[in-house]
């Protein structure tokens, strides 16, 4: 098979990148590639090739390569030599991995340190017990990530009909596609608005279990995927109010709003808009639970970082709680797999009550997908990492986290299926006993 690597864009993205110490991938790739007009066949195995690159860049470069450095230019240049004439270049690289893996058994943390790049300061705070579960996520998160997304009921049987995209199997509504598409393109063939969302947020935002007519609060909406689903679900009917340290990020919620002809979202005032009946506190995180698609955030994260963004999470925690009626449903999510960001942060306070997350899926799902999807999460990688399993058993149902690849390990024949999203960790609780909360009233 003839190489269609353009080497000139592969250089160009790595050395900035690299370079830039902070700015996104994607960014830096979309740029170089409208910048030299790649073919399409050019631009998918360029495009494969800087991806699966930076998804084993520990293992292939190391992370002290430097662009500045002629030996490492070179480097890099024999790696697309290397792998230019490769039918599947991700596979490929797969398939060193699995070479790299007798280090891990005599070695573990320098296998997770110098073949999957794990920080320095994650490495400190875990136990000798955890590290295989982190190799089995960061080796679960190698895979290639699936894309959700989502329409309205109207569309469903038109999205059915492309061969190439798939009902979700634990949502109506939801879809999966396993290679990207002119999203463009579709929205003419199927003759409405498509939405990207992950398949495993589109279930988180039914965790919430919001219904037409309540009253929502969306502490972080950020660009508003969560908050457009939620409004979905609701029909604009009742009012979703929402909250953000950017404006320019609400701006954009407003527009995606008005192309979908949603008219339901507010911009929340906390001197006058209060009384929910929902919660919505989509933290800000590490990222970690997404890194099949942004697997560069593994080697930016500091521990400065981590420890700024976990008492964002504890002042966004008792923001919620202060402002939430006993009667009102707070749901906490990340994209990360930190107990940290997670489950720590609720294994040091006793000001809440927790409400049944599978409960809440048996309405969303049914009693027999949900009971397959919990099973399926419980056994993934992720999973292992939450801390669920050491609180208290009467607490653990309003907690749960999930990953990709779960399911690959079990032998029960009566669960089929997979997961295919992103690594998420959700809890859903009330406040409780919090002295001057009045149960609200219909007066």
């Not at 008219?263 to 209060?274: E, F, L, Q, T, Y």
Request: proline residues 3%; contains cysteine.
């Amino acid at each position: 098979m003839s190489s269609q690597i353009n080497r000139r864009v592969v250089r160009q993205v790595l050395v900035e990148w690299k370079r830039s110490k902070g700015m996104a991938f994607d960014r830096i790739t979309s740029s170089a590639f409208r910048e030299h007009r790649l073919g399409s066949r050019e631009r998918r195995m360029t495009g494969d090739f800087l991806f699966a690159v930076l998804r084993f860049f520990p293992m292939l470069l190391g992370l002290r390569w430097n662009p500045e450095d002629a030996d490492d230019l070179r480097k890099l240049d024999g790696l697309v030599d290397s792998l230019e004439s490769s039918s599947d270049i991700f596979s490929e690289l797969v398939k060193r991995h699995e070479s790299a893996k007798p280090i891990f058994s005599k070695d573990p943390e320098r296998h997770l340190r110098e073949i999957h790049g794990l920080p320095e300061f994650i490495l400190k705070e875990i136990s000798e017990h955890e590290r295989s579960a982190w190799h089995d996520y960061l080796h679960d998160s190698m895979a290639r990530a699936s894309i959700g997304l989502r329409v309205s009921e109207s569309l469903w049987e038109k999205m059915s009909a492309h061969s190439d995209i798939k009902p979700s199997q634990w949502l109506s509504g939801a879809f999966v596609m396993d290679e990207s598409r002119d999203l463009v393109q579709l929205e003419s063939e199927v003759g409405g608005p498509v939405e990207i969302q992950d398949e495993h947020s589109q279930i988180v935002g039914r965790i919430l279990g919001v219904e037409p007519g309540m009253r929502v609060l969306d502490l972080c909406a950020g660009a508003g995927g969560k908050t457009l689903q939620l409004a979905s679900i609701m029909g604009s009917r009742g009012e979703i109010f929402v909250n953000d340290v950017s404006s320019k990020r609400l701006e954009e919620l407003k527009k995606r709003a008005r192309r979908l002809g949603i008219s339901n979202i507010r911009i929340w005032d906390p001197a006058k808009d209060k009384n929910f009946d929902r919660i919505l506190i989509d933290a800000p995180c590490l990222g970690l639970g997404t890194l099949r698609r942004t697997p560069e955030r593994l080697f930016r994260i500091t521990r400065e970082d981590s420890e700024a963004i976990e008492r964002t999470q504890k002042n966004l925690i008792d923001q919620a709680l202060a402002i939430a009626d006993p009667s009102t449903e707070i749901l906490y999510v990340t994209c990360s797999v930190r107990a940290a960001e997670n489950m720590r942060q609720f294994m040091v306070r006793d000001n809440y009550q927790v409400v049944s997350i599978p409960d809440r899926l048996k309405d969303q799902m049914g009693i027999e997908r949900a009971n397959e999807f919990l099973t399926l999460a419980k056994s993934s990688s992720s999973y292992r990492l939450s801390l669920i399993d050491q609180i208290d058993p009467t607490k653990q149902m309003g907690f749960m986290q999930w990953g990709p690849k779960a399911g690959s390990s079990l032998s029960n024949s009566h669960v089929s299926g997979s997961l295919k999203g992103d690594a998420f960790f959700v809890a859903l609780v009330k406040c409780k006993n919090l002295e001057g909360k009045v149960t609200r009233t219909n007066s």
